[in-house]
């Protein structure tokens, strides 16, 4: 008898001990899960209040701010996008590009109107943004100009033409660059520095982009061009000899007919040279050198830029002294030499698309033969600041 109930009370003892074991189990898992649960929800909530502090910052500040680095090594440079109504029934809207080193409402010299060259827009000149322009592309070239632009103390603006096919300019364009210039935005800002001084409209085009400049001047609706690889038409060389305004010429000397045809426009306008510049010599071919890639291609570094031109010397492609380009980087294989296994990145990082390539854009430039020109923005500036009077920084 004693044993049946010896053997109760152990059974009894292990059975309270059993459910005391489960019963701080369950409560350590349920007060686990409660603090995980209530982690969760905390971090939840400060990730909300993030994301709803970063959208009432960006509606605050409306604009990214941009600084200009001093150093002379390519930065991206991220533009914003309008969207523009043309004035024009039944067209599509006005495509805008813009950036500035602060703000609009900042003091400067002025606006710069960018224009591109045929088969490209206003997003080439700017990188891409996610929240103020996902489709810019902003090739090493364009990317410089606006650089300059905005070191010179003006706002640059670009433009993409109506013609989406070809992109390049035409008659249609006038009116909607005008419209351009007097959206709220831009107007505005001219209204609050012509109050406190000066406020000028300079253009800058290449190519299809360089003669639509040239056009927009002749109609006073900027007050000097820097044309780029460009001759003028015959209209507009009549139209500068009995209404002169500043042009600043830059055509390319690997390119000899067309700089045939600009030195022709250059002595029909001799009566009026006092307001014409015909740069022969800035816009010629430049070597390729590590620091070249280095201030031309965000992202570069010199032991990539070694890397590259190390491989292009043997295939005949860079001068082994000189370091300049042997072979027209638009028409080579230079893409399949430094990247034989990746057809669309070089190391990874660098774009090699064409059309979409800032290195490519940068070999462009070094071989010099129907391609932007930066090199010509600051002294063309600086030469429309002489006749109007700007005071130059």
Same mark, same amino acid.
């Not at 100009?145 to 390049?168: D, F, Q």
């Not at 690889?229 to 002169?244: A, E, F, G, R, W």
């Not at 700089?259 to 009566?271: I, L, P, T």
């Given at each position: 008898?004693?044993?049946?109930?010896?053997?109760?009370?152990?059974?009894? $003892?292990?059975?309270?001990?059993? =459910?005391?074991?489960?019963?701080?189990?369950?409560?350590?898992?349920?007060?686990? !899960?409660?603090?995980?649960?209530?982690?969760?929800?905390?971090?939840?909530?400060?990730?909300?209040?993030?994301?709803?502090?970063?959208?009432?910052?960006?509606?605050?500040?409306?604009?990214?701010?941009?600084?200009?680095?001093?150093?002379?090594?390519?930065?991206?440079?991220?533009?914003?996008?309008?969207?523009?109504?043309?004035?024009?029934?039944?067209?599509?809207?006005?495509? =805008?590009?813009?950036?500035?080193?602060?703000?609009?409402?900042?003091?400067?010299?002025?606006?710069?109107?960018?224009?591109?060259?045929?088969?490209?827009?206003?997003?080439?000149?700017?990188?891409?943004?996610?929240?103020?322009?996902?489709?810019?592309?902003?090739?090493?070239?364009?990317?410089?100009?606006?650089?300059? $632009?905005?070191?010179?103390?003006?706002?640059?603006?670009?433009?993409?033409?109506?013609?989406?096919?070809?992109?390049?300019?035409?008659?249609?364009?006038?009116?909607?660059?005008?419209? $351009?210039?007097?959206?709220?935005?831009?107007?505005?800002?001219? %209204?609050? %520095?012509?109050?406190?001084?000066?406020?000028?409209?300079?253009?800058?085009?290449?190519?299809?982009?360089?003669?639509?400049?040239?056009?927009?001047?002749?109609?006073?609706?900027?007050?000097?061009?820097?044309?780029? =690889?460009?001759?003028?038409?015959?209209?507009? =060389?009549?139209?500068?000899?009995?209404?002169?305004?500043?042009?600043?010429?830059?055509?390319?000397?690997?390119?000899?007919?067309?700089?045939?045809? !600009?030195? %022709?426009?250059?002595?029909?306008?001799?009566?009026?040279?006092?307001?014409?510049?015909?740069?022969?010599?800035?816009?010629?071919?430049?070597?390729?050198?590590?620091?070249?890639?280095?201030?031309? $291609?965000?992202?570069?570094?010199?032991?990539?830029?070694?890397?590259?031109?190390?491989?292009?010397?043997?295939?005949?492609?860079?001068?082994?002294?000189?370091?300049?380009?042997?072979?027209?980087?638009?028409?080579?294989?230079?893409?399949?030499?430094?990247?034989?296994?990746?057809?669309?990145?070089?190391?990874?990082?660098?774009?090699?698309?064409?059309?979409?390539?800032?290195?490519?854009?940068?070999?462009?430039?070094?071989?010099?033969?129907?391609?932007?020109?930066?090199?010509?923005?600051?002294?063309?500036?600086?030469?429309?600041?002489?006749?109007?009077?700007?005071?130059?920084?």
């Amino acid at each position: 008898m004693r044993s049946q109930k010896n053997s109760n009370g152990v059974w009894i $003892v292990g059975a309270i001990i059993f =459910v005391a074991i489960w019963t701080v189990a369950l409560v350590s898992i349920f007060l686990a !899960v409660d603090k995980t649960a209530t982690k969760s929800y905390h971090d939840l909530y400060a990730w909300q209040q993030n994301d709803i502090n970063s959208q009432q910052n960006h509606v605050n500040q409306n604009l990214p701010q941009i600084t200009i680095s001093q150093n002379n090594i390519a930065i991206e440079i991220p533009g914003i996008e309008l969207q523009i109504p043309s004035p024009t029934p039944g067209e599509d809207r006005i495509q =805008v590009v813009y950036a500035n080193n602060t703000r609009l409402s900042t003091p400067s010299k002025g606006l710069v109107l960018i224009l591109h060259a045929c088969s490209h827009s206003a997003l080439k000149f700017f990188s891409s943004s996610q929240s103020t322009c996902p489709d810019c592309v902003g090739l090493s070239e364009e990317l410089r100009i606006v650089r300059i $632009v905005l070191e010179m103390g003006y706002v640059p603006v670009a433009v993409s033409s109506v013609n989406r096919k070809n992109g390049c300019w035409g008659g249609r364009d006038y009116p909607r660059v005008e419209a $351009v210039l007097e959206h709220e935005l831009f107007r505005r800002h001219r %209204q609050q %520095q012509e109050n406190g001084g000066g406020y000028h409209i300079f253009g800058i085009g290449a190519s299809s982009g360089g003669a639509f400049a040239a056009d927009l001047a002749t109609r006073n609706i900027i007050e000097g061009a820097l044309v780029m =690889v460009m001759q003028l038409s015959n209209n507009v =060389v009549s139209k500068i000899q009995t209404d002169p305004f500043p042009m600043y010429l830059a055509p390319m000397p690997r390119d000899k007919n067309r700089m045939k045809q !600009v030195e %022709q426009n250059y002595r029909d306008m001799d009566s009026v040279k006092e307001y014409i510049v015909l740069d022969r010599t800035t816009c010629n071919s430049l070597p390729v050198t590590p620091t070249y890639l280095v201030q031309r $291609v965000p992202g570069m570094t010199i032991d990539a830029a070694k890397e590259m031109i190390s491989q292009l010397k043997p295939g005949g492609h860079i001068d082994s002294s000189s370091n300049m380009l042997l072979i027209d980087p638009t028409k080579s294989d230079w893409r399949n030499i430094i990247s034989p296994h990746n057809s669309t990145h070089w190391l990874g990082q660098f774009e090699l698309k064409p059309g979409y390539s800032p290195l490519a854009k940068a070999l462009h430039r070094a071989w010099a033969f129907h391609e932007y020109c930066s090199e010509a923005v600051v002294p063309a500036l600086r030469f429309f600041e002489e006749h109007r009077g700007t005071t130059s920084s």
